[in-house]
C-alpha cells in the first residue's frame, strides 16, 4: 500500500518548509534534473506513467512565482520533495 507523509518545519517567524514523502519507487538519479521539464515523463518507455509531464513543470513554476523553490531531495525509499 502507497503512504504519503508530509511535514511543515518552522524557520523563524516567517518561513516554512514543506516536505512531502511517498514510499513509492523513488526518481533515478539520472532523471532528478529532468523532472521539472515540461512533457518529461519518467519510465514512459516502460508504458507504465500515466500523464502528461506537466505536473511537476507547473508545481515549480508556481513555487518560483511566489519567491519559493521545489526541489526533488536525496531518499533511501521512495521520493522526498522539498517546498522552501
Do not use: W
Not at 507547473?58 to 511566489?66: D, F, V
Amino acid at each position: 500500500m502507497s503512504r504519503i507523509d508530509e511535514s511543515i518545519d518552522f524557520i523563524g517567524i516567517r518561513i516554512a518548509v514543506l516536505t512531502v514523502s511517498d514510499n513509492g519507487p523513488g526518481i533515478a538519479a539520472e532523471e532528478r534534473d529532468k523532472i521539472f521539464e515540461r512533457f518529461y515523463r519518467g519510465g514512459a518507455d516502460e508504458g507504465d506513467v500515466a500523464g502528461s509531464g506537466l505536473g511537476l513543470a507547473l508545481a515549480q513554476a508556481i513555487a518560483e512565482r511566489h519567491c519559493l523553490t521545489l526541489q526533488v531531495i536525496d531518499s533511501e525509499v521512495g521520493s522526498t520533495f522539498r517546498l522552501s
